[in-house]
């Protein structure tokens, strides 16, 4: 050991960022997120011997948010280096927007060296502690030997359920000095490999055979547990109407006859029986409040949860998503035959409440009414565009009307709600499926968190169309402080900034919308241009978004 060394060759021993590029790279690793430093130069040494492609962005806070993305598209633990001190810290957000979303983020952290530690190096802090409440392992490597298994460690722990974010970083001096790497690893864990929940299911049975308004509330676990083909199953089979949130949403295609989503208040609220499978009773489902009182609710997720559900839960089932869902469709045969009546009333509701939309997505106005965005680009998705949302209110009204056919294609921030995350998300979707379109929907607030971005965009060709909202305020606050107070503080931006004219300037291309007519043509160059784009769509103001709460 204990050779320095920038070598990427060596007989028997290979320097400690040639280590962990090589366990990235056998255990299916093929894109490292990052922004240079010193501290992390043997890696990207490692990377380049090893073919992991480098990705660097113009801020941490973008490569994080990438690597989650990665996971998010892929289902593979997505990778970030964060060079030492303030690259660690810029990718802090990431860290909790990917432990809300239990997303399997893995952040290699650059580290002063071990040897002088305490000394007073540039850029020496101890990340662990601050880290360690956002991950499920945060940990230091105290050696060249130990750098194989701890990458190893924070790979397979990032996946295994609950899935969630890992750290470890490399003291400067263990990660350029030398060590022979061990035999390979164990492979990573595999949902498939989840066995049925070992209790609860006889009585969540019974609870649904017997229900005449069943209902299926699912969420982002069902993604990560590789659960969607057993649900398709089990709702399409028994005929249960299925509502879909965070990365659940395409797991079941908008167009099925069971999926619903503006039913959503009717059907949850009316439903005699619940199942709610691989989401919390969080706020998006008011603490489990949006359900009736009288409904039974049965809990499905792929693990014991981490904190206590908000309402008692009639059957809890903790286990692999799909295998459990499996064994409650083979115990319900029949069930199919009672929810007829049920089915035929949500869609009802469904349909009522999509033809009231007519008006809003065929207004006429300029500045445009953010539906109208909406039902222009929608006309151009394909099945299988994924759409990346990162803003306020021009995101939420995207959640209401833009359909999914396929999971993996709606990513928004999820539960931690970061502004500025979607860049980084759109640059990874692109990467991992370049022969998609990537639509990235962005707040002109929320551009200016991570809009420089597009000059990481033009620079790795990863060519995304964004479209923006361009309102000239901050909405999601705006309103809401105006209809509290009766008037706002800092809720105001330029208006009609020209985000397009900075897109441009970065290497991409830009589109000002000012009128409806105007849209359809602009995006359908913003598609062709071969470049990343920019589409700036002029929105009114004063359109307020019909919101309940936001904050509890
Ligand atoms: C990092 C971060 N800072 C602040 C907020 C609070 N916040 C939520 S929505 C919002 C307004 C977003 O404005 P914009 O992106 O322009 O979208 P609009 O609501 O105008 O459509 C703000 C400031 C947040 N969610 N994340
Ligand atoms: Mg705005």
Redesign the pocket.
């Known amino acids: 050991m204990s050779r320095m060394s920038t070598q990427t060759e060596s007989k028997t021993k290979l320097h400690g960022g040639r280590l962990v590029a090589r366990r990235l790279k056998q255990h299916g690793v093929t894109k490292l997120f990052t922004l240079s430093g010193g501290h992390l130069f043997s890696i990207y040494d490692g990377c380049r011997a090893e073919g992991i492609d480098l990705i660097d962005t113009r801020h941490e806070q973008a490569a994080a948010f990438a690597a989650e993305g990665w996971a998010k598209v892929t289902r593979t633990p997505g990778v970030a280096a964060l060079t030492a001190g303030p690259g660690v810290t810029n990718g802090m957000?990431a860290l909790g927007s990917a432990q809300m979303n239990a997303s399997p983020l893995v952040v290699l952290g650059g580290r002063a060296p071990a040897m002088r530690w305490g000394q007073g190096s540039l850029q020496e802090i101890d990340h662990v502690p601050f880290v360690r409440p956002l991950t499920k392992l945060a940990a230091t490597a105290g050696s060249t030997d130990e750098i194989p298994g701890l990458v190893d460690d924070a790979l397979a722990t990032a996946l295994r359920p609950h899935s969630g974010p890992t750290f470890v970083d490399f003291p400067l001096d263990h990660v350029f000095m030398e060590a022979e790497e061990p035999g390979p690893s164990a492979p990573l864990p595999d949902p498939a490999d989840e066995p049925v929940a070992p209790v609860g299911l006889e009585r969540a049975i019974a609870l649904l055979r017997d229900a005449e308004r069943p209902v299926i509330m699912a969420g982002t676990n069902v993604w990560w547990g590789h659960g969607e083909e057993a649900l398709l199953r089990l709702v399409s089979e028994r005929r249960i109407p299925v509502f879909l949130n965070g990365m659940a949403r395409g797991c079941v295609p908008a167009d099925h006859e069971l999926f619903f989503s503006r039913a959503r208040g009717a059907g949850l609220t009316n439903a005699d029986v619940a199942l709610v499978v691989g989401v919390p009773m969080d706020f998006r489902l008011g603490f489990g409040g949006a359900f009736g009182e009288a409904a039974e609710i049965i809990v499905l997720d792929r693990a014991e949860p981490l904190r206590d559900h908000p309402r008692e839960p009639a059957a809890e089932l903790y286990g692999g998503i799909g295998a459990t869902l499996d064994a409650l469709r083979e115990g319900t045969a029949g069930l199919q035959d009672a929810t007829g009546p049920w089915v035929k009333q949500l869609r009802g509701v469904e349909r009522e409440k999509r033809s009231a939309e007519t008006a809003e997505l065929t207004d006429d106005r300029a500045p445009l009414h953010p539906m109208r965005i909406y039902h222009e680009l929608g006309a151009l998705l394909d099945r299988n565009a994924i759409v990346v949302g990162d803003?306020?209110?021009?995101?939420s009204y995207a959640g209401r009307v833009v359909d999914s056919y396929e999971p993996g294609c709606w990513i928004d921030p999820g539960p931690f709600?970061?502004?500025?995350s979607g860049t980084g998300y759109a640059l990874a979707a692109k990467l991992a499926h370049p022969g998609r379109q990537v639509v990235l929907l962005?707040?002109?607030?929320?551009?200016g968190?991570s809009g420089l971005e597009y000059d990481t965009l033009a620079r790795h060709g990863v060519n995304v169309v964004g479209v923006m909202?361009n309102?000239g305020?901050?909405?999601?606050?705006k309103h809401p402080m105006e209809f509290l107070y009766g008037y706002s503080v800092v809720a105001d931006?330029r208006p009609q900034t020209r985000y397009d004219t900075v897109v441009e300037a970065l290497g991409g291309h830009g589109e000002l919308v000012r009128t409806p007519a105007e849209l359809r043509p602009a995006l359908e160059r913003a598609f062709a241009a071969g470049r990343p784009a920019l589409v700036n769509v002029l929105q009114d103001p004063n359109v307020v978004y019909p919101r309940k709460s936001n904050l509890a």
Do not use: Q, T
């Not at 803003?391 to 995101?395: K, R």
């Not at 709600?417 to 500025?420: A, R, W």
């Not at 962005?442 to 551009?447: L, R």
């Not at 305020?473 to 606050?477: P, V």
């Open positions: 957000s803003g306020g209110d021009f995101v709600g970061c502004l500025g962005h707040g002109d607030g929320a551009f968190f909202g309102n305020i901050w909405a999601l606050e931006l």
